[in-house]
């Protein structure tokens, strides 16, 4: 059974940084595309970033310069580290496969104050 648990989320000001860590079990992240996701209140769930088995990455354009995905194969761990944080950054983020897997996480919630 795939899942993923998520941490590092909190309240914090503008310009600041948050690291979040997605453990994931009954996936290997060294075969497994994975993704960040994130939803704003009242929007629908938002792709931030991905990372393949080997590696490469990518990110949607509002984040581009400030968030960098990354992973641990050894921990089977994957992390989002987020800079310069903006008020518009404010959301619940998810971990999950890409393509996602039907089983999500709770979330960890990030709140970015002006």
């Known amino acids: 059974q795939v899942q993923f648990v998520e941490s590092g989320g909190g309240l914090v000001q503008a310009g600041g940084s948050l690291r979040l860590s997605c453990a994931a079990s009954?996936?290997?992240?060294?075969?497994?595309?994975m993704a960040w996701y994130r939803r704003a209140p009242g929007k629908e769930r938002e792709l931030v970033a991905t990372i393949s088995g080997v590696g490469s990455t990518s990110y949607v354009d509002s984040v581009k310069g400030r968030f960098t995905i990354s992973k641990e194969n050894a921990k089977n761990t994957m992390y989002l580290q987020m800079n310069s944080l903006k008020p518009e950054d404010t959301a619940v983020y998810y971990c999950?496969?890409?393509?996602?897997?039907?089983?999500w996480g709770q979330g960890t919630q990030v709140t970015v104050s002006s």
């Open positions: 009954g996936i290997t992240l060294r075969f497994n595309a």
């Open positions: 999950n496969g890409l393509p996602e897997r039907s089983s």
